[in-house]
């Protein structure tokens, strides 16, 4: 079983419909990540959609009747916005404004495929970053080199007599002067199980397993084989579900 690549839920407000289904299809068909909860004609609905929802994007339409988009940003606090705001606008004169008051970033109407796939891939990569920045990770030392090594890089620590191997999700691997209980302290991760008096994964990378004398042989990425052991089964079979 490995990790599926997380899906960033949005909602459109837009008074024209056509805009609102136009800017639906092109992420249906050319967005892979992004998908659309709903879409709303005012900021009325919208409002009531953002706080119910908790949309992760927010497409906005700037003129509208009943309050325009900004009207709306008023309603949210910068400190209280946990959505990234995306505003789309017929009028270029309003894009500075539209940074000025928080906005990620600004979409002109028509709207041109090009222009979204590279804002798609600009607001992907910022969840990415974020992501990353928010991530347990571990110094360790080798080849003479300190490196960082972000959790969720990690497939499997192995004990290695008095060191550790650790198993990267790109293939390589870095022996440590650390045991399997020290780097677990020190990596304090959400992400990564102790299974095994030598073993310590990532269970969301599970390819498979199968029973081997009372213990689990597991199967992981890029060849890597761990072992279960009884203590473990338990939490192990809740973790890879």
């Known amino acids: 079983m490995l990790n599926k690549p997380r899906q960033y839920t949005a909602i459109v407000i837009d008074d024209e419909t056509l805009d609102r289904k136009l800017i639906k299809e092109l992420i249906s068909q050319y967005i892979h990540g992004i ?3 709903n879409d ?5 609905q919208g409002e009531a959609a953002i706080r119910a929802s908790k949309p992760d994007i927010v497409f906005l339409d700037i003129n509208m009747p009943g309050g325009n988009g900004f009207d709306l940003l008023d309603r949210f606090s910068k400190n209280h916005r946990d959505f990234l705001l995306v505003f789309i606008t017929g009028h270029d004169e309003y894009g500075i404004r539209a940074v000025k008051s928080g906005a990620f970033d600004y979409l002109l109407k028509p709207i041109d495929i090009d222009e979204l796939i590279m804002l798609s891939d600009k607001i992907l990569d910022y ?10 990770s571990i110094s360790v030392f080798t080849n003479r080199e300190r490196e960082i090594l972000s959790e969720s890089d990690i497939v499997c620590i ?36 102790r ?14 397993y199968r029973v081997s004398g009372g213990e689990f042989d597991v199967d992981l990425p890029n060849g890597v084989l761990a072992k279960v052991s009884r203590k473990f089964k338990k939490e192990f079979k809740l973790y890879v579900g």
């Open 35 to 37: 998908v659309i909860l």
């Open 40 to 44: 709303y004609p005012d900021i009325v």
């Open 127 to 136: 969840f990415e970053d974020n992501s990353k920045a928010s991530e347990a």
């Open 158 to 193: 192995e004990a290695n007599g008095s060191y550790s191997r650790i198993y990267l999700l790109d293939g390589s691997e870095r022996l440590v002067s650390k045991n399997v209980t020290q780097l677990m302290i020190e990596l304090n991760s959400q992400k990564i199980k």
């Open 195 to 208: 299974v095994h008096r030598s073993f310590a994964i990532n269970p969301s990378l599970v390819k498979s």
